[in-house]
């Protein structure tokens, strides 16, 4: 066998496939202790809102792209993927006063506490705030490229 070359390369895609399935397989605890951490019910009310907007956005693509006819219902639809985003970043501002709240309550009925614990209060009430901007940003995203590059479809 000569050094330095691979005769069978079917090791490398293995690899290749493991390491992904690890990502993969890594990814989805993060997203779910992410999720859990960031608390479960308000965390999954904006998951909701997230999965409205991504729902009417691919039905407004598909009546524009098809050709179908377009009314008023449509654009109230349209109106929609905006507001819906902005009440999932209103909820997760609204998540992370309650969790500071909470806290606060916390650190007052416990008389010495550490200032580390406190930090990663602070950084846990966060989570809710940051994935509501993200759904807001993806819906504005969604809702401008639909507007820009589907608006000949609807006239």
Sequence with gaps: MVQG????????YINIACNS???HFKTKKIMREF??????NGMSLILVLGLAVLIISI???IRRVSGLSYSIRDRKLMLSIPL???IALLFGMFYQ???????YQAIKAAADISPMIVMG?????????????GVCLFSLILWYAIKVFWM???D
Excluded: M, R
């Design 5 to 12: 070359i691979n005769f069978f390369p079917a090791k490398t």
């Design 21 to 23: 399935f690890i990502i």
């Design 35 to 40: 999720l859990f951490t960031g608390g479960i």
């Design 59 to 61: 039905t407004e693509i």
């Design 84 to 86: 819906l985003g902005g």
């Design 97 to 103: 006063v309650l969790g500071l709240y909470q806290a």
């Design 121 to 133: 209060g602070v950084f846990v009430s966060f989570y809710s705030t940051l994935f509501g901007l």
């Design 152 to 154: 000949e479809k609807a």
